[in-house]
Nanobody
């Protein structure tokens, strides 16, 4: 059984930085692609970034390209999200997500396992 536990997030002013981490428990972390998905109340979940099992393939939403970075440490079973130059429109609940396999989904709804969500609030 896969479990994802997120840490980090919080409140920051526009232009600031925040980071999130997601600890994976289960077997064969390296065989899972990982993603970060965000959701604003009343709106659909939005794909933000995804990373392949080896870390060699990374996919970004256009809205965060150049500002957000995803990385993973397979020795620590952890995936990270670094968010720089944050904007008020980045305010959302951020979810870590996982899917077993090679393909990195760029749709939020193709991930199978989810973390509990972390609130990120960016004030103007």
């Amino acid at each position: 059984q896969v479990q994802l536990v997120e840490a980090g997030g919080g409140l920051v002013q526009a232009g600031g930085s925040l980071s999130l981490s997601c600890a994976f428990s289960g077997r064969s972390f390296g065989s899972y692609v990982m993603g970060w998905i965000r959701q604003v109340p009343g709106k659909e979940r939005e794909f933000v970034l995804g990373i392949s099992g080896s870390g060699g393939r990374i996919y970004y939403a256009d809205s965060v390209k150049g500002r957000f970075t995803i990385s993973r440490d397979n020795a620590k079973n952890t995936v990270y999200l670094q968010m720089n130059d944050l904007k008020p429109e980045d305010t959302a609940v951020y979810y870590c997500a996982a899917r077993n396999g090679w393909k990195v989904p760029t749709s939020a709804y193709e991930y199978d396992y989810w973390g509990q969500g972390s609130q990120v609030t960016v004030s103007s």
